[in-house]
């Protein structure tokens, strides 16, 4: 049994985040859940795959997150509790049925999961997504904690069907990978079906009845502000003077700061859990006791702005600082080294700083660029692009995924890169205006989310450009998720389809299109060849398994290799792939046998031939 349906209510678990998040679902009694992989929430999902095999949960890995949206509008204006996950740029996908979302409304309770990444660990921006909540009037509850992150999710639900709007549940990367121990509590049964009234002048957003229904979408939010002035997530610990106001993971920063400043009987903090739309009325009684305040918050000046309306409203001129150059900034992750410098600063308290351990006499440790894993087919791929474009002017825009990484010397393939899907696009400006040879790279997966309508306008409109599409078999970089290409048969499940990329390409109406096995390195660049010089739209789809997924399916391992004595020291290997299975010792090429899959590659490009299997394993 999957341990997140443990029934033992008291018991307490070591949750990640995102497992805790999943579990609050289950005691809430989802039913549905959607989304379109991406980190910092990917976990959430992977827990819901696994829960779906052995429950009556439904789960998917829609094509994108617009759709996985649109699944949950569905069936929670069924009357089904639904979830549906994504990161935050995911939402920028979503958006569009998110905003009109907000005026129709749900029957059920639907939960939002946006999960933003401060100092973009793994994301293309910083973006602060309660925007979004306050964009659409929708209501927003963030925790500050992996217990929080449970049990404001049944409070989510419960706020979701009492106001019948969706409910954005806002983490950021710090919740969703930390672990803690959590107390988890009874599971509810879920409602599984459910059925929509026909009811379309309230379902059917035409002009007339979308005037009607935005009206009622800020009598809604009228009503969550109320609730919002009660809420159980915002509250106000300590009676002193000076005023902190904080959300989601500063909380604790802030907690554990006015703890080690000594000022707890001078500090007293406003948190705030369920922030939007914020409790008004709450924050001006705060502000109306205090002779000063700090706002602790990451990313932008959410809260900063609103509070400092409210002091203007009630014609207050206490000081009211947050986002500055001299406290916080609206750039990458807090800590609580800074949290406390900034605390002590703004109120002109002592801080004595850790004493910096004196590192003089340790060597600088040497860096360590993110890289394609070793025998990547990714970078076969991008060597015999390389090779097959030669002596060409070229502009290769790139897309989201683990062959993001090709950009980076000395594969140096990628010149552009936006969002997912927009390789596909960018391809039809850049061969318009440059008269430069156009080679676009897009994964499986990403080709599947946006990358098809990129294609399709590049038909319509004739450009000429190649569209290489990077087949791995999965949906690599989030944690080797499925995709609509992927066989699912492979992970013994029989209930799914497999879409064609070859079949779609060609449907669409792209006349040259080539299949590549990228180990195959010499057929691969004469196949790369004949498309770059096809005047139009072509497209090479190069098909090899991701050496991970391969691993985790069993599938069997090639023979690793070696370097010879037949080496010249011409490093060609090591210069034009860069595969990490190689180093140096002794100013000699070596491989480790641990990390070279076999793949044959550098064998293939080794101009001595100096590279052999090794026989004996």
């Known amino acids: 049994m999957h341990k997140l349906l443990t029934e ?39 827990n819901f795959f696994q829960i779906s095999r052995e429950s009556d949960l439904y789960f998917e890995y829609s094509t994108n997150e617009k759709v996985a949206l649109e699944v949950a509008a569905a069936t929670a204006n069924s009357g089904v509790r639904s979830m549906c996950v994504m990161k935050h740029v995911g939402m ?65 639900f419960n706020l979701s069907e009492k106001l019948q709007q969706p409910v954005i549940f806002r983490t950021t990367t710090r919740i969703n990978h930390s672990n803690a121990a959590v107390v988890i509590g009874k599971i509810k049964e879920p409602e599984t079906r459910g059925d929509i009234s026909k009811d379309p002048f309230n379902h059917v957003p035409v002009p007339a009845v979308a005037r009607k229904l935005h009206a009622k979408l800020l009598s809604k939010l009228g009503e969550a502000e109320k609730i919002s002035e009660d809420s159980e997530h915002n509250f106000i610990i300590g009676n002193g003077a000076w005023g902190i106001i904080c959300n989601g993971v500063s909380y604790n920063y802030v907690s554990d700061a006015v703890k080690d400043l000594n000022i707890e009987n001078r500090v007293k903090i406003l948190r705030i859990g369920f922030s939007y739309p914020m409790p008004r009325a709450m924050i001006k009684r705060f502000l109306q006791e205090c002779e000063k305040v700090l706002v602790v918050e990451e990313g932008e000046p959410f809260m900063e702005e609103t509070v400092k309306v409210l002091a203007q409203e009630e014609k207050l001129t206490l ?34 700083p850790a004493k910096v351990p004196d590192l003089s006499d340790i060597p600088e ?46 594969l140096a393939m990628g010149d552009f890169l936006i969002c997912m899907g927009a390789s596909a696009g960018t391809s039809c400006g850049f061969s318009k205006v440059t008269g430069k040879k156009v080679i676009s790279f897009i994964g499986d997966s990403t080709f599947f989310h946006s990358g098809i309508s990129g294609l399709i306008n590049a038909v319509f409109n004739n450009h000429d450009f190649t569209m290489v599409i990077l087949d791995n078999g999965t949906t690599a970089m989030t944690g080797l998720q499925p995709n609509p290409g992927v066989y699912m048969k492979k992970l013994n499940l029989d209930v799914y389809g497999k879409v064609s990329i070859q079949k779609v390409v060609r449907a669409v109406g792209v006349s040259h299109v080539t299949v590549i096995r990228p180990y195959r390195v010499k057929k691969s660049v004469d196949a790369i060849k004949e498309a770059l010089h096809y005047k139009g739209v072509s497209v090479v789809i190069s098909e090899e398994a991701c050496t991970l997924y391969a691993r985790s399916l069993k599938k069997a391992r090639g023979k690793p290799f070696f370097v010879s004595d037949k080496c010249k020291g011409h490093k060609d290997c090591i210069n034009e792939i860069a595969c990490p299975a190689f180093f140096i010792k002794n100013k000699r090429v070596e491989i480790d046998p641990d990390l070279c899959t076999g793949c044959t590659v550098c064998a293939q490009i080794c101009p001595e031939h100096a590279i052999l299997p090794i026989r004996n394993i």
């Open 8 to 46: 033992h209510p008291g018991l307490k678990m070591l949750l990640l985040g995102n497992e805790a998040i999943a579990r609050g679902a289950i005691e809430a009694g989802v039913a549905v859940a959607t989304t379109y992989p991406g980190t910092p929430s990917s976990e959430i999902s992977t």
């Open 92 to 156: 920028n996908v979503a958006a569009d049925v998110f905003m009109t979302l907000a005026y129709i409304g749900v029957k059920g309770g639907l939960v939002i999961v946006t999960a933003d990444d401060p100092y973009m660990f793994s994301s293309q921006n910083e973006q602060d997504n309660r925007y979004y909540s306050k964009f659409a009037g929708i209501p927003m509850v963030e925790p500050s904690s992996v217990q929080e992150a449970k049990d404001m999710v049944a409070y989510a």
């Open 365 to 410: 440790i040497p860096q360590r660029p993110p890289n394609l894993c070793a025998g990547c087919p990714h970078r076969a791929t991008f060597y015999a692009v390389k090779k097959a474009s030669e002596g060409m002017d070229t502009i290769c825009p790139t897309d989201i995924g683990c062959y993001t990484l090709g950009f980076l010397p000395p």
């Open 319 to 352: 000081s009211i600082m947050g986002k500055s150059k001299k406290f916080f900034s609206r750039l990458y992750e807090f800590d609580p080294a800074l949290v406390r410098q900034s605390i002590a600063d703004y109120f002109d308290v002592a801080c004595s």
